[in-house]
């Protein structure tokens, strides 16, 4: 079992910046790929970040690579989203998620291979 929960978000400006966080509880250490997804009405959930917890490799989506960052901080069991440069199209609404399953993904941004989500935090980008 693992508890997931998110903060941080909030409205800022474009150009502007946000961290999110996201602080895991329970069986932490079968989480083995954390990360954050997002989603907006209309379209599917789309994969942000995502961090390999056992050899600290990062994946991005395209359109965030370069203005985002993911990270990991074990002695607090929390990840967090860097977010800088935001643009209005990031806005939705920002899921933590956590796989516990191990093996190889080919794709570690889709979210159907996650079984962990916490709540969701709105992120609003103005123009």
């Known amino acids: 079992q693992l508890k997931l929960v998110e903060s941080g978000g909030g409205s800022v400006e474009a150009g502007g910046a946000l961290r999110l966080t996201c602080v895991v509880s329970g069986n932490i250490v079968s989480a083995v790929y954390m990360g954050w997804f997002r989603h907006t009405p209309g379209k599917a959930r789309e994969g942000v970040a995502i961090i390999s917890t056992e050899d600290i490799t990062s994946y991005y989506g395209d359109s965030v690579k370069g203005r985002f960052t993911i990270s990991q901080d074990s002695a607090k069991n929390t990840i967090y989203l860097e977010m800088n440069s935001l643009k209005p199209n990031d806005t939705a609404m920002y899921y933590c998620?956590?796989?516990?399953?191990?093996?190889?993904?080919?794709?570690?941004?889709?979210?159907?291979?996650?079984?962990?989500w916490g709540q969701g935090t709105q992120v609003t980008v103005s123009s």
């Open positions: 998620a956590a796989r516990s399953n191990r093996g190889y993904l080919r794709d570690p941004l889709t979210a159907r291979l996650y079984n962990w």
